[in-house]
C-alpha cells in the first residue's frame, strides 16, 4: 500500500512543496530513496530507522522505497525525516490516519509555540539589521569624508 504525504523543503529561500510517497514491499530488505534526495536526505534511512525503533515501533522488513516528487527539485536538510518516518509507519500499518489526527491535535500548543518563536526570530533580526545598518551608515558618513 503507498501512502502519500506532503511536505516542504527549501530551494535557495523558497519554500518548496514535496510529496513524500512511502510503499513497502515483499522482497529482499532494503531502503531506496528517489527523487534527487542529496546527502543529508539520503542520511534519512538511518536517522529515521533508530528514531522507529527508539519510539517503540518496528521497522519493517520488506522493500521500502521513498518517492521525493517533484523529481526535479533537489532535496536537501532534514525537513522530509518527520514525514517519511509517519509514511513508514502508516504504510506498515503500525499507525492509523485517526492516531495521527490525535496526535497533531496535541501539538497544536507546541506548533503555536514555535509559530510565535519564529516571530520574535523575525522581529529581533529586522532590529538587528536597522541597528547595523545605522551603525555602518553612520561610520561612513563619519570616516567616509576624510
Known sequence: MSINIYSATNHGLDG???????????????FHMVGLPETSVKEARERVRAAIVNSGYTFPLGRIIINLAPADVRKR????DLPIAI????????????????????QLIEVKKAADAEETIKRDWKLLNEFFCRVVCESIGEYGTN
Open 16 to 30: 518548496v512543496l514535496i510529496n513524500v510517497e512511502v510503499d513497502i514491499m515483499r522482497g529482499i530488505p532494503s
Open 77 to 80: 536538510g532534514t525537513f522530509l
Open 87 to 106: 509514511g513508514i509507519l502508516m504504510a506498515s500499518g503500525q499507525i492509523k490516519y485517526k492516531e495521527l489526527d490525535d496526535f497533531i491535535d496535541r
